[in-house]
């Protein structure tokens, strides 16, 4: 039994190695050609893997970049203890988008740049089954409160939650559009704030 343990473990690593090799292949190529250039042939030859081993770990190309997006580091869970108040909310919901802001960063302008574009449908609310990780958070976090009556919202949370998404969309986009040289932390914050004040 520790054996197959072990094995597993190899395995997962070796799956984590790979999935990491096509990725970097993938950013690389967004960041030097645009997502123009972003096929699975040329993911899988920067990559030096099989389109099999490509569609092992992935289902398309946007797949591929919606997974390193809902899969950036997660945030402290203390931080979404379910709030006392509604300033309380409003901090954690905050919170959950600086964390995607400095993840933002780390993948860089280039990537994100090309990663939010209308050719990728894996953005699109109307056909994605998942939405991207902290879009869910805040819907769950949110559903929590009011289900505890710390707040209330005069819209349905579906209609907040999209809201939310397309403040930060427009954050992540001015950020790009000036080539990283926005106050990206300070708007985002800015702006979630506003629209939390006048919402609860």
């Known amino acids: 039994m520790e054996i197959n343990a072990q094995e597993l473990s190899r395995q997962q690593q070796k799956s984590r190695e790979t999935k990491a090799r096509i990725f970097n292949a993938a950013k690389q190529i967004l960041q030097e050609q645009g997502y123009e250039a972003l096929s699975i042939k040329n993911i899988c030859e920067a990559a030096g893997v099989s389109n099999g081993s490509f569609y092992h770990h992935f289902k398309t190309k946007d797949d591929l ?60 609310p109307l056909t994605r089954t998942e939405r991207p990780y902290p879009i869910v958070t805040v819907h769950d976090y949110l559903k929590r409160a009011m289900d505890a009556g710390v707040i209330t919202l005069p819209l349905p949370l579906e209609d907040v939650t999209s809201d939310i998404r397309i403040i930060v969309i427009g954050n992540v986009f001015d950020w790009c559009l000036k080539n990283g040289e926005a106050d990206f932390e300070r708007n985002m914050e800015r702006s979630l704030k506003v629209y939390l004040d006048g919402l609860f």
Not at 71 to 93: F, W
Not at 109 to 124: C, D, H, I, R
């Open 65 to 124: 970049l919606s997974y390193y997006i809902e899969e950036q580091p997660s945030i402290n869970p203390d931080y979404l203890d379910l709030p006392g108040n509604a300033e309380e909310a409003k901090t954690a919901i905050i919170r959950v988008y600086l964390n995607y802001v400095h993840y933002c960063r780390e993948l860089g302008v280039a990537f994100m740049s090309n990663y939010y574009t209308p050719k990728n449908q894996s953005l699109n």
